[in-house]
C-alpha cells in the first residue's frame, strides 16, 4: 500500500493532497450496527479545520465530509466506509516561488528525491491537509469505543514555545482557541502569539492524549506493543519530531522504587507507565505526549538551493499555521482512537476467551 494504510483489523488508508481536488479514505473493519452520520464526524472536523481563530492558517475549509459508504440508514453496514472532503479553497498561485525551491525544513527536497516529481502546491501529499481524513477516520473510532467500552479520548495544548499549560480542566479545552486547559495561560498565549505573527516566525509546541477508562489487555507484543503502535501513529502525523508514553523522557532520572507503580487491591499507586506494561495497556489511562516542531513555511528569508543546486533565498507566500500544534490536537486524538479501535478488535480476535480470578485493579479504583 506504499505506506498511505494504517491498523490491520481496523484499517485506515488516506488519499488526497492539499490543492488536488479532494481528499478522503477508506475506514475498514468497522464493525456493523453502529449508529453514524456525517455529523457524528463533523464536530471533530470542526474541531481541526484552518481559518477558524487568528491564531492558525487564514485558509478558509469547511471540511464538510461526505460518507460514500459503508453506512445505512444511518448506521454502519460492515462495509467499508469511504470518506470523501472536497478541497475549496486552494491558492495555488501562492506556491509559483517555490515550484523549483526546496523549503528548508519542509518535505520538498525529500519528496524531490524520492519520486522526481513533486506536486508543490501546498506541500500536496506532504501537507497536513491529508490530516483531516484521520480525524473523521478517528470519530468513527472514537464513537465506537466510547460506545462500546466507555473508552474516553481526549487532547489538550499542554506548551506553546515557552509557556505551558497544567491540566487545570477538560471542559476549558472546549472553550478556547488554543486548546488550552488552564484558562490562566490564555493571556500569555494570545500575547505570544501576537508577537511571534509579527516576527513573521513560527513556534513549536507539546500536545498530550489521555485514553481513560482503558481495559487491561490490549497490545500484540512483541512488534505490536500497543506502546509501538501508538508511537508509529504518532510519529506519522506532519511536524512531530517526539513522543513520550507515561514519563517518557524523565525516567532517566528516576530510580526503580519511585518509577514502578505499585499494585494494591484497589488500583496502583501511580502512573509513572503511562498505563501500559509489556506492550499491554494496564487499564490506567494512557498517556501520550507529542512534541511538534515549529513549522517551516516561515516569511523570515532562510538559505536553501532549488533543484538546479543554486544557492537561493526562501521566503515562503501563501498562508500557514504559525504553530502547527494548536491544530494537531484532534489528530493526535484521532490517531489514538485509530490504533485503540485496532487492538480492541485484535484483543477480541484472539483472546475473547481469556480469564482469570485476579481483579482488573485499575478499574477497581474507577468503581
Ligand atoms: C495541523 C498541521 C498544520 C500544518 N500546517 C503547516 C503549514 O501551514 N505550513 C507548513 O509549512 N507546514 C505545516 N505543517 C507541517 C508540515 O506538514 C510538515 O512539517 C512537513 O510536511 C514536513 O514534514 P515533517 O515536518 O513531518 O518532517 C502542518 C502540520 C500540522 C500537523
Redesign the pocket.
Known amino acids: 500500500m506504499a505506506g498511505n494504510s494504517i491498523g490491520q483489523l481496523f484499517k485506515v488508508t488516506t488519499f488526497g493532497e492539499s490543492h488536488g481536488v479532494a481528499i478522503g479514505g477508506i475506514v475498514d473493519g468497522c464493525p456493523p450496527g453502529m449508529a453514524l452520520t456525517a455529523e457524528d464526524l463533523q464536530l471533530d472536523l470542526d474541531r481541526?479545520k484552518p481559518g477558524t481563530s487568528r491564531y492558525t492558517?487564514a485558509r478558509r475549509e469547511e471540511d464538510a465530509v461526505k460518507i460514500l459508504s459503508g453506512v445505512f440508514e444511518d448506521t454502519t453496514t460492515g462495509a467499508s466506509i469511504g470518506l470523501l472532503i472536497e478541497n475549496t479553497d486552494q491558492r495555488s498561485q501562492d506556491y509559483s516561488n517555490i515550484k523549483e525551491q526546496f523549503?528548508p525544513?519542509?518535505?520538498d527536497y525529500t519528496y524531490w528525491h524520492k519520486y522526481g516529481i513533486r506536486d508543490y502546491r501546498g506541500?500536496g501529499r506532504?501537507?497536513?491537509r491529508e490530516?483531516a481524513v484521520r480525524v473523521a477516520a478517528g470519530a468513527i473510532a472514537k464513537k465506537y469505543l466510547r460506545e462500546q467500552c466507555g473508552i474516553e479520548i481526549r487532547g489538550y495544548l499542554a506548551q506553546l514555545g515557552p509557556v505551558k499549560a497544567e491540566l487545570v480542566s477538560w471542559h476549558e479545552v472546549q472553550n478556547n482557541a488554543f486548546f488550552c486547559p488552564d484558562p490562566a495561560k490564555l493571556d500569555a498565549l494570545d500575547e505570544y502569539m501576537r508577537q511571534l505573527k509579527k516576527d513573521g516566525d513560527s513556534v513549536g509546541a507539546r500536545v498530550n492524549v489521555v485514553a481513560s477508562n482503558m481495559p487491561v489487555g490490549w497490545g500484540e507484543p512483541v512488534f505490536d506493543r500497543l506502546d509501538a503502535d501508538i508511537a508509529h501513529a504518532m510519529m506519522s502525523?506532519?511536524?512531530?519530531k517526539a513522543i513520550e508514553v507515561g514519563d517518557g523522557f524523565a525516567v532517566v532520572e528516576q530510580r526503580g522504587s519511585t518509577h514502578r507503580d505499585e499494585l494494591t487491591p484497589q488500583g496502583f499507586s501511580a502512573n509513572h507507565a503511562g498505563g501500559v506494561l509489556g506492550g499491554i495497556s494496564s487499564g490506567q489511562d494512557l498517556l501520550v505526549s507529542i512534541a511538534?516542531?515549529p513549522?517551516?513555511?516561515i516569511s523570515i528569508p532562510g538559505k536553501s538551493i532549488n533543484t538546479r543546486g543554486e544557492v537561493v533565498d526562501v521566503v515562503?507566500k501563501g498562508?500557514?499555521?504559525p504553530c502547527?500544534g494548536i491544530?494537531?490536537v484532534p489528530?493526535a486524538e484521532a490517531m489514538l482512537a485509530i490504533v485503540l479501535m485496532d487492538h480492541y478488535l485484535r484483543h477480541r480476535a484472539q483472546n475473547m476467551h481469556v480469564q482469570v480470578s485476579t481483579p482488573d485493579i485499575a478499574r477497581n479504583s474507577r468503581d
Open positions: 481541526r492558517t523549503r525544513g519542509h518535505a506541500g506532504s501537507s497536513a490530516t502525523i506532519n511536524a512531530v511538534l516542531k513549522t517551516s513555511s515562503t498562508r500557514h499555521d502547527v491544530r494537531a489528530i
